[in-house]
C-alpha cells in the first residue's frame, strides 16, 4: 500500500537550535512529496515539495527538506528553531489513484507536533 | 492573491438541519478540495472539482452535497448530518487537478459541531 509515515507524535527542541521532523514514504514509481504546517484552528499552509531535480528543496520562513531516494525519506529540517515555529507539521504524497486513471490522490501522514522552547 | 476564504468560521447544527459551507478563492485556480479533519488526525479527501465538475467523491454520504457554482465558488451542503460529522472541514484549491504536482492551497476551515 502506498503511505507516508511521521513515526514521531511530538518534537521538542529549544529555540536557535537545528530542528528536524521525520517523514518517510512508500510509494511505487516517483514519489512528489510535500510539507504543510498548520496552526491551532487554521487550514494547513504550504511550505515546500519536491517533484524532481535537486534532493534539497528550500521553503517558507527558513525551511528546508532533503528527499533521500535511498532512505525513502523526505525530512524537514531548520537551522535554528524559532518559538513561532510550534504548530503540527504534515508530510503528504501525491499517488496515482486506482480507480480513476489519470487522477491523484493526496495521502497525508498523521502530523508531528512542533513544540520549540524558549 | 493566495487566499482561500470559508465561511463561516463556525457552524453549530441539529441533526435535522440544513446548512451550507462556502468556499471562495480568486487566485485563477481550476480544481477545488473539500477535505474533513477530525481532532488531532490528518485530513481525508472528500470531493475534488476540476474544472467546476466533480471528479472525485471519496465515497462520501449523501448527506454531504458538494456544488460548485463557478470557478471561483465551492459550497458544502449539509443535511440530517450525525454528531459524528462534527471536524474541521478545509477546503483548498489549486492551478489544476492532475498532471503536474501542484501546490494546494488551503481555507482556514469551518469547525463543524452537530447536536
Known amino acids: 500500500a502506498q503511505s507516508v509515515a511521521q513515526p514521531e507524535d511530538q518534537v521538542n527542541v529549544a529555540e536557535g537550535n537545528p530542528l528536524t521532523v521525520k517523514c518517510t514514504y512508500s510509494?511505487?514509481?516517483?514519489?512528489?512529496l510535500f510539507w504543510y504546517v498548520q496552526y491551532p484552528n487554521r487550514g494547513l499552509q504550504f511550505l515546500l515539495k519536491y517533484i524532481t531535480g535537486d534532493n534539497l528543496v528550500k521553503g517558507s520562513y527558513g525551511f528546508e527538506a532533503e528527499f533521500n531516494k535511498s532512505q525513502t525519506s523526505f525530512h524537514l529540517k531548520k537551522p535554528s528553531a524559532l518559538v513561532s515555529d510550534s504548530a503540527l507539521y504534515f508530510c503528504?504524497?501525491?499517488?496515482?489513484?486506482?480507480?480513476?486513471?489519470?487522477?491523484?490522490?493526496?495521502?497525508f501522514g498523521t502530523g508531528t507536533r512542533l513544540k520549540v522552547l524558549a | 492573491d493566495t487566499e482561500v476564504t470559508q465561511t463561516p468560521k463556525h457552524l453549530v447544527m441539529g441533526m435535522t438541519n440544513k446548512k451550507s459551507l462556502k468556499c471562495e478563492q480568486h487566485?485563477?485556480?481550476?480544481?477545488m478540495y473539500w477535505y474533513k479533519q477530525k481532532a488531532k488526525k490528518p485530513p481525508e479527501l472528500m470531493f475534488v472539482?476540476?474544472?467546476?465538475?466533480?471528479?472525485i467523491n471519496e465515497s462520501v454520504p449523501s448527506r454531504f452535497s458538494p456544488e460548485c457554482p463557478n470557478s471561483s465558488l465551492l459550497n458544502l451542503h449539509l443535511h440530517a448530518l450525525q454528531p459524528e460529522d462534527s471536524a474541521l472541514y478545509l477546503c483548498?484549491?489549486?492551478?489544476?487537478?492532475?498532471?503536474?504536482?501542484?501546490?494546494?492551497?488551503f481555507g482556514p476551515g469551518t469547525r463543524l459541531t452537530v447536536l
Open positions: 510509494v511505487s514509481g516517483n514519489p512528489y
Open positions: 483548498a484549491s489549486s492551478q489544476v487537478f492532475g498532471g503536474a504536482p501542484d501546490t494546494q492551497y
Open positions: 503528504a504524497v501525491r499517488v496515482p489513484r486506482r480507480t480513476t486513471s489519470g487522477t491523484y490522490k493526496y495521502i
Open positions: 487566485m485563477g485556480h481550476r480544481a
Open positions: 472539482y476540476s474544472y467546476e465538475k466533480l471528479s
